[in-house]
């Protein structure tokens, strides 16, 4: 049962900008907070930035901060991950993920967060 939908996937040139979406029922997405994760062919699935259940606090990965920018919109029940100055090293499938509100140390990880989806693949050339 798919209950994250990703999209906004796609090829982009270095230094240019793509916008994903992630649309969630409503249940999932107001009990919880949501995440974006990345997965490069061959690696570990890798945290990029989380967003509280309020939307009032943001998490990013070192790698993404200050060219990736998360928000939510609770009306249309749908997180964004604006994504600019891109590199070559962005490229990987990008996971949307919803998970307890709960702040803890290890938010970083995959076992923080409860629901997945399919993924969109985002491709930077270079």
């Known amino acids: 049962q798919v209950q994250l939908v990703e999209s906004g996937g796609g090829l982009v040139q270095a230094g240019g900008s793509l916008r994903l979406s992630c649309a969630a029922s409503?249940?999932?997405?107001?009990?919880?907070?949501m995440g974006w994760f990345r997965q490069a062919p061959g690696k570990e699935r890798e945290f990029v930035v989380r967003?509280?259940?309020?939307?009032?606090?943001?998490y990013y990965a070192d790698s993404v901060k200050g060219r990736f920018s998360i928000s939510r919109d609770n009306a249309k029940n749908t997180v964004y991950l604006q994504m600019n100055s891109l590199k070559s090293v962005d490229t990987a499938v990008y996971y949307c993920?919803?998970?307890?509100?709960?702040?803890?140390?290890?938010?970083?990880?995959?076992?923080?967060?409860?629901?997945w989806g399919q993924g969109t693949q985002v491709t930077v050339s270079s």
């Open positions: 967003i509280s259940r309020s939307g009032g606090s943001t």
């Open positions: 993920a919803a998970g307890p509100p709960y702040l803890s140390g290890n938010y970083r990880n995959t076992g923080a967060y409860n629901y």
């Open positions: 409503e249940s999932i997405f107001s009990r919880n907070a």
